[in-house]
């Protein structure tokens, strides 16, 4: 409860300091904060996912960026035909980079985005219908630990290299930028960015209620049970391949969300998004804050993002040495991250 309440807290306070505040006051927050801060959120959603496959399923997921990415690129794809004429060849259908390649049609899978609820539908049903389509072979197949996880880096990477191709229709290695408006308000306008914030908070408190619902039924209870003894599991006649199935898409559903609220706010998405160094960068977050525990995974993914953001002012060539190094300490000092301190004080 005291997480969700923070999170409430966050999600009303931050606008109001940004809207009503005046600049000269300490309280006043920037619109680049809170930008920033709403891209924390929806990192805090991302991890939430992850966790769920990781912490409470066993299944270490190296690929949850490609769910992330292609949310973000369903949301990229409505706001680029969101700016119509207003691109710099002013052509109302096609967007810049195809009109720059010298397409002549829209193509097909562009077809529908113009509308917003039809773009947020794919945003749901693309990372949900990939993560079902990969987990009903893997899971069958009876693909698990490291094999399973090398498995899922290799679907990011392969996603990685398809859609810096020019070809796929998606912007190429530039991916899509330079967004005007979303449902009819300006992505420049204060009001918009806090009203961006707001919504990823709303869904990331959502997220949370979700997969804390999720662990603590009985499901919940299979899953863990199926993180610590499959095998068993198995014996006494559950479908163990449905139960991780389900889960995986579930937690892949929560990725598409996060990416389609970060890429407004950020401003653009490109094939990077789809990096294996990503993807290991979200399981950091939650080793950092703690598996198995959900608030630990929105802990760890502002803490980390936070240092990220820092470091990459301060000591932009060694953030990546420094990022490595707090993942090698925390699991040599801390193997169940930052949250654990706390739990052990409860404990004592």
């Given amino acids: 409860m005291i997480t969700l309440g923070l999170l409430a807290l966050v999600t009303v306070a931050v606008p ?15 619109t680049f904060t809170m930008a920033l801060l709403g891209k924390y959120l929806c990192y805090g959603l991302l991890a939430i996912g ?20 292609l ?10 035909r969101q700016i119509g004429s207003r691109g710099v060849y002013g052509n109302p259908l096609l967007p810049d980079f195809m009109v720059f390649l010298n397409w002549q049609h829209l193509p097909w899978f562009w077809h529908g985005f113009q509308w917003f609820w039809f773009a947020m539908l794919m945003v749901v ?6 993560a079902f389509i990969f987990g009903w072979f893997a ?33 190429g290695n530039n991916g899509l930028t330079d967004f005007k408006d979303i449902l009819g308000f300006s992505l420049q306008a204060d009001t918009t960015r806090a009203g961006l914030f707001i919504a990823s908070g709303i869904a990331l408190i959502l997220g949370y209620l979700s ?17 610590d003894q499959e095998d068993r599991v198995r014996f006494i ?3 163990v391949e449905n139960v991780k199935l389900w889960i995986f898409t579930f937690s ?34 939650v080793a950092v804050g703690g598996r198995a525990t959900l608030y630990g995974a929105v802990v760890g993914a502002l803490l980390v993002n936070y240092a990220k953001s820092y470091l990459t002012v301060a000591m932009p060539d060694a953030w990546l040495f420094a990022l490595g190094a707090l993942f090698v300490l925390v699991t040599l000092l801390l193997p169940r991250g930052i949250t654990g301190l706390l739990r052990k004080k409860e404990v004592a």
């Fill in 125 to 130: 049903l693309i990372p949900a219908l990939l």
């Fill in 50 to 69: 992850v966790d769920l496959v990781w912490g409470y399923l066993g299944i270490l997921s190296l690929g949850h960026g490609a769910f992330f990415a």
């Fill in 252 to 285: 892949a559903i929560l990725a598409g969300v996060a990416g389609a609220l970060y890429v407004p706010q950020v401003g653009i998405i490109n094939p990077n998004e789809f990096s294996p160094l990503a993807s290991i960068e979200m399981v950091v977050w």
């Fill in 16 to 30: 109001i300091c940004n809207l009503l505040v005046p600049e000269t006051s300490p309280l006043h927050v920037s």
């Fill in 237 to 239: 006649g559950y479908r």
């Fill in 139 to 171: 899971f069958r197949s009876r693909v698990t630990g490291v094999y399973l996880s090398i498995m899922t880096q290799a679907l990011t990477y392969a996603l990685l290299l398809a859609f810096y191709r020019n070809e796929m229709g998606f912007g």
């Fill in 211 to 227: 997969c804390l619902y999720i662990t603590r039924s009985r499901l919940g209870r299979v899953c863990t049970a199926i993180r």
């Fill in 71 to 80: 949310g973000g690129y369903g949301m990229g794809m409505y706001l680029m």
